[in-house]
């Protein structure tokens, strides 16, 4: 299957700073991505999709302002937790479609584990 | 809307056959079923697309019925490395956001020896 990688695997930050979280699709250009995130034990909610060239669409209940979206080109989009608080901390995981299969398939980062203190 | 899977959780025994739903009370354009491990990332398994389509690999299969309302993953001979949670993922028909995934809250596997 189609390869996406994440950057960075996890990271623990202070309260109140920011958090970039690079998603990428190794071996085909991503026309869209998509960002969930999973609390432990729950299923996969989606936050936002983001669309190469122009701007996100959030999810309700999705603060664009606080989780910026850039997905500047075809194999790269990342996702920004500004002034991130405690209960951010979570799992993210960026999922890239593969335009060259059947119409929804999605391939998913292996995810980044935010620990906010 | 958030398709219903069912079970919650199942234990079987190495070798063991298993069944996992996936159901909506409206037609579906798609089905996308993903096993993740603890602390791992979705790992896609099979899409659907096709009313009537069954499609398997290895010794893993899945089936979406005559109406697109509903979604079978089939574990036969279960291995230790099929633990997981499963999700199924449904997409409504093509149009505006048609891509999204929404998942069902899953079903936790666990295979024991």
């Known amino acids: 299957g189609a390869v996406v990688s994440q950057h960075p695997s996890w990271v623990i930050c202070k309260s109140g700073t920011s958090v970039k979280i690079e998603c990428r699709s190794l071996?085909?250009?991503?026309?869209?991505m998509f960002w969930y995130r999973q609390f432990p034990k729950q299923s996969l909610m989606l936050m936002a999709t983001?669309?190469?060239?122009?701007?996100?669409?959030?999810e309700q209940g999705v603060e664009k302002d606080k989780f910026l979206i850039n997905h500047a080109s075809l194999t790269l989009s990342t996702l920004t937790v500004t002034s991130a608080h405690p209960e951010d901390s979570s799992f993210y995981i960026c999922?890239?479609?593969?335009?060259?299969?059947?119409?929804?398939?999605?391939?998913f980062g292996p995810g980044t584990r935010l620990l906010v203190l | 809307q958030q398709p219903v899977q069912s079970p919650q959780a199942v234990i079987l025994r190495e070798g063991e056959d298993a069944v996992i739903n996936c159901s909506s009370s409206?037609?579906?354009?798609?089905v996308h079923w993903y096993r993740q491990k603890h602390g791992e990332a979705p790992v896609f398994l099979m899409i659907l697309l096709k009313g009537g389509e069954q499609k398997g690999h290895d010794k893993i299969s899945a089936s979406f019925n005559e109406k697109k309302q509903q979604s079978s993953l089939y574990l036969t001979a279960s291995q230790l490395s099929y633990s997981g949670t499963y999700f199924c993922?449904?997409?409504?028909?093509?149009?505006?956001?048609?891509?999204?995934?929404?998942f069902g809250k899953g079903t936790k596997l666990s295979v024991i020896p």
């Open positions: 993922g449904t997409t409504g028909p093509p149009g505006a956001g048609s891509y999204q995934l929404t």
């Open positions: 409206k037609a579906l354009y798609s």
């Open positions: 071996d085909f250009q991503a026309t869209t």
């Open positions: 999922s890239a479609r593969d335009p060259g299969l059947p119409q929804e398939t999605q391939y």
């Open positions: 983001s669309n190469e060239g122009s701007k996100a669409t959030y």
